[in-house]
């Protein structure tokens, strides 16, 4: 039974193009996010919801933009896609005790 | 605001030997405390965590205990296995479910 999930685990496109990524979770969380993983493994927050409303937006393009039809859902969509937006992107879900779940990431290459 | 501070890596060990990560945090009130590790090429698991004072977290032969005083909570294994190779991340809990994170320091044990 996967807690986290998302797809796809890898994503290969041209600069310039547009991809989304979904994420699931089965853990009843009311809170989900979305990281970006450099290649030096630097884990940089990007956007958290709460129960569909978004709590935090860090400073992050506005060709990222996540969508959360459900608690149980949060997608992300990636506009004019660029080479600086390789990474591996990473879901994770938190309950009230504050420790966040991770899903297993999908690694984006730009080329 | 609030920071976290990771010794840096690599950190290359022989099987057997004694580990220790330090992290240090700088934190308003009475945050909570985490350990997550990442096994290459998969996402971040929670190792352990500590949600008071001098509480100590415990997993896997892995230990950390949570230093009000000293704004501390370093990670230690009295005997790493290969296995336990990866990248370790400290983690602090801010008052909105965010957790702050730090850079991670990469651990390798050779047989």
């Known amino acids: 039974d996967t807690a986290v999930s998302q797809t796809p685990k890898y994503l290969v496109t041209q600069m310039g193009n547009d991809k989304s990524i979904k994420c699931e979770q089965n853990?009843?969380?009311?809170?989900m996010y979305w990281y970006k993983q450099d290649s030096k493994k630097f884990l940089k927050i990007m956007f958290s919801?709460?129960?569909?409303?978004?709590?935090i937006n860090e400073t992050v393009p506005n060709r990222f933009s996540p969508k959360s039809p459900d608690k149980a859902h949060l997608n992300l969509h990636i506009n004019s896609l660029e080479l600086g937006d390789s990474a591996v992107y990473f879901c994770?879900?938190?309950?009230?005790?504050?420790?966040?779940?991770f899903g297993p990431g999908t690694r984006l290459t730009v080329t | 605001g609030d920071s976290v501070t990771q010794m840096e890596g690599p950190v290359t060990l022989s099987e057997e030997a004694f580990l220790t990560i330090n992290c240090t945090y700088t934190?308003?009130?009475?945050?909570?405390l985490f350990w997550y590790v990442q096994y290459p090429g998969e996402g971040l698991q929670l190792l352990l965590k500590?949600?008071?004072a001098d509480d100590k977290g415990s997993n896997k032969g892995f230990e950390a205990t949570y230093r009000k005083e000293t704004t501390s909570f370093h990670l230690e294994k009295g005997s790493v296995q290969v296995s336990d190779s990866a990248v370790y991340f400290c983690a602090v809990s801010d008052p909105i479910r965010k957790l702050i994170w730090g850079l991670g320091t990469s651990l390798a044990v050779n047989p």
């Open positions: 500590a949600t008071k």
């Open positions: 994770a879900s938190s309950s009230d005790r504050g420790e966040q779940y």
């Open positions: 934190a308003t009130g009475y945050p909570s």
């Open positions: 853990l009843g969380h009311d809170t």
């Open positions: 919801y709460n129960n569909k409303e978004l709590i």
